[in-house]
């Protein structure tokens, strides 16, 4: 019943990530005449030159992707991605029917760079909705992951890189005009679509590897016990202790190391004060591997308590 009712839950925040999407295509990108990065920027640029719907040509175009990566093994991956595809394309096409113009952020030209910066950060924010939920926006982000996966040579983010420069390129043409016969060539569709992937891909490595990093400290000290019960306190996770022995005065003292995350190292450096022969470095731990249940670590510290208390 836990599992479904997480997987319920991902799948709604994958919809609302397709909602915040679909309304950010409506309202901010198709008045202003840019195409966005990926097969999200193609459909945008199609339904610029002919008229067919972002919403139909999304679905039909991302069909063969996902079903190819659900074939390659990535069947959970494909399947949520899908699933975001859908949700985005049906929104829009509602959106798109109801034709709510007065909602649309038409810049005129003027100061096109706000429509593409906010695009482009909910873009950004979307695609890390969507990761953590081991889904994707479809198109691009499929091909690039499983390309950086079985060719590791092709990093992730260049396979993206190459593809999102192809849809700038074919952009310009695209929002050229012809007067009077001559092909008058238009680089501001371009430079807004750069602007856009920049802001993409930025602010979603930033929330990535803000939420991916945390604090390492490793702790020398003749009072283990001490520091590791206050330390399980704060964090509600235990670390590693390691015998040592002092270099010059070969005493020996325990070695602790606890892996925090950024909001824990405060309190902890405050406590570290409380014990004058203890010395400690803090580190920053780019990602953690592996999965540990502080809930557990809670209730079996709870117990222990409540049977030392009973004593």
Not at 108 to 113: A, F, H, W, Y
Not at 154 to 161: D, E, G, H, I, Q
Not at 192 to 200: G, I, K, N, R, Y
Not at 237 to 259: D, P
């Amino acid at each position: 019943m836990k599992k479904v009712l997480k997987a319920v839950l991902s799948y709604f925040i994958i919809f609302l990530a397709a909602v915040m999407l679909a309304l950010a295509t409506y309202i901010l990108i198709i008045p202003n005449d840019f195409a966005p990065s990926g097969i999200s920027g193609i459909c945008v640029m199609v339904q610029y030159v002919f008229g067919f719907s972002v919403g139909y040509l999304n679905i039909i175009i991302n069909l063969p992707i996902c079903i190819i990566a659900f074939l390659m093994g990535y069947k959970k991956f494909a399947i949520r991605s899908y699933f975001f595809c859908i949700a985005y394309s049906v929104v829009y096409i509602i959106i798109q029917e109801m034709n709510p113009v007065f909602l649309q952020y038409n810049s005129n030209g003027q100061d096109t760079m706000l429509p593409v910066l906010i695009a482009g950060v909910t873009s950004g924010f979307a695609t890390v909705i969507c990761y953590s939920n081991d889904g994707s926006q479809c198109g691009t982000d499929i091909i690039s992951k499983i390309l950086s996966e079985k060719k590791p040579e092709f990093n992730f983010f260049w396979v993206s890189f190459v593809i999102n420069s192809v849809v700038a390129i074919i952009s310009l043409f695209v929002y050229s005009k012809t007067i009077d016969g001559v092909l008058v060539l238009d680089y501001k569709p371009v430079a807004l679509c750069v602007l856009f992937c920049l802001s993409d891909s930025l602010v979603a490595d930033i929330i990535f590897r803000n939420g991916q990093e945390t604090a390492q400290f490793v702790i020398i000290t003749p009072e283990p016990e001490k520091i590791i019960e206050e330390v399980m306190t704060i964090t509600n996770h235990t670390g590693t202790l390691i015998n040592g022995t002092g270099v010059y005065s070969r005493e020996e003292k325990a070695v602790l190391i606890f892996v925090v995350n950024k909001f824990q190292v405060t309190p902890i450096k405050r406590l570290l004060k409380q014990f004058p022969e203890t010395f400690s470095y803090v580190g920053t731990v780019n990602e953690t591997v592996g999965y540990f249940d502080s809930a557990k670590v809670k209730r079996l510290r709870n117990k222990e308590k409540k049977s030392n208390s009973d004593q």
